[in-house]
Every structure is written in C-alpha cells, then in structure tokens.
C-alpha cells in the first residue's frame, strides 16, 4: 500500500498565481480530507469528501479556495488567485469510514511571494 | 474558536522517564478521541485513540487517559526514547475530526 499520496511535495509561486493541490488517497478509502497547517492554527480542516462527494467546506477560507473530487481516486485543491497569507502545508488524508483514523500524505508545502 | 487546545508548546524529557502531554477540549458532544504524532516533513501518522465511553486505553508504552468530567485527555509515553521527539496532535471527533496546535516533545538522551 502506497498510502495517500500528494504531488507536488513543494510550491513555490508567486502572488496572484492559479495553484493546484493533487492528493491521491488510499485504495478503497471512501473519505477524503484536506488539511491546513500553520504555526499559528495548527491543523484546520478545510474541506471533506464522503464518497467523492463534498460534506462540509466550512473550513474553506474564502471563494479563492476550492475543491473536487471527480473520482473515488483523485482528489485536487486549487487556490485562485493566490495570496502569501496562504502560504503553508496542505495535507490530504483519507479514511476507510467517517469515524476511523486518518491517513495522512507527506504534505505539499506552498510558498507565495 | 478553538474547540481542542493544547497549551503546553513544547515539552522537553530526559530518556528514559515519562512524557506527558495533554489536551483539553470543550465540546462536550465529542464522542472520540485520537493522537497523532508528526516527524519533520511528514505526515502525521495514528498513534492511539480513544472512545468517550472508556477513561483508558493502553497500547505498549503509550497510554491515554480521558477525563470527561474535566473535558481534560492526556497521552503518556514510558519509557520515553529519542525516536519519540516528534510534534504530537491530540484530536477529537464528533462527525468530523478536530485537531489541537500540537506539542513539540524532545527526549534528550
């Protein structure tokens, strides 16, 4: 098992850039996660999936963030235009149901300038 | 608002001796609770969880304890060993998963 995986593993663009997150989730997992990391806010969920569907994104930031899930393999976060305050690192995890635990990708860490 | 806290930043331990690490939490609907720990430059990783209906679970060196009455969770590693310094997230579940800032444990040899 591969485990999530996220590409790319580091960003760096510059202010009012399109960027856009890939995160491949475990085989047969059928929830999917993305996560924020900062050192102020810790990890912030941002948005989940339940069988390729969005549940809550009552974490997304604002409308420059969003997020699909055209399949049960393939997931993407795209940050439209893109400013330095989101610079951080993006997790995806996925889980085999809602109550069981996370599996995490090694994160892509996102530089704005 | 944050609805799981961790407020100790950083913890240093000598090896050898127990590491502390806690957690409080103020919803009391959450229902599990779960800590992950996190290596430099990689994802956080399970490492053990807790259901609201047990005050304990145990797996080799690593215990968790939930007080619910005190919203209060601790995680405690004996013996504490190098390979344990890492970032440790206490998260807690009701529909979806909840995480702390962290805790950044260095166990000095």
């Known amino acids: 098992d591969a485990g999530v995986i996220q590409s790319p593993r580091h960003e760096v663009t510059e202010m009012g850039q399109e960027v856009t997150l890939r995160c491949k989730p475990i085989?047969?997992?059928?929830?999917l996660f993305w996560y924020r990391q900062t050192m102020m806010r810790g990890l912030e969920l941002l948005i989940y999936?339940?069988?390729?569907?969005?549940?809550?994104d009552s974490g997304m930031p604002e409308d420059r963030f969003s997020a699909k899930m055209p399949n049960a393999s393939f997931s993407t976060l795209k940050i439209q235009p893109s400013e330095p305050r989101d610079s951080a690192v993006y997790f995806c995890?996925?889980?085999?149901?809602?109550?069981?635990?996370?599996?995490f990708g090694n994160g892509t860490r996102l530089t704005v300038t | 608002d944050q609805q799981v806290k961790q407020n100790s930043p950083s913890l240093s331990v000598q090896e050898g001796r127990i590491s502390i690490l806690n957690c409080d939490y103020t919803?009391?609907?959450?229902?599990?609770f779960l800590w992950y720990k996190k290596y430099p430059a990689e994802g956080p990783t399970f490492l053990i969880s807790?259901?609201?209906?047990?005050d304990k679970n145990e797996d080799g060196r690593f215990t968790v304890f939930l007080n619910k009455s005190a919203k209060h969770l601790s995680l405690h590693i004996v013996p504490s060993q190098p390979g344990d310094s890492a970032v440790y997230f206490c998260?807690?579940?009701?529909?979806?998963?909840?995480f702390g800032a962290g805790t950044i444990l260095r166990v000095k040899s």
């Open positions: 998260a807690a579940s009701v529909g979806k998963l909840v």
């Open positions: 995890a996925s889980s085999s149901s809602y109550n069981s635990p996370l599996h």
């Open positions: 807790i259901s609201s209906i047990k």
């Open positions: 919803n009391s609907m959450f229902d599990y």
């Open positions: 085989s047969g997992h059928n929830s």
């Open positions: 999936f339940n069988n390729n569907v969005p549940i809550d």
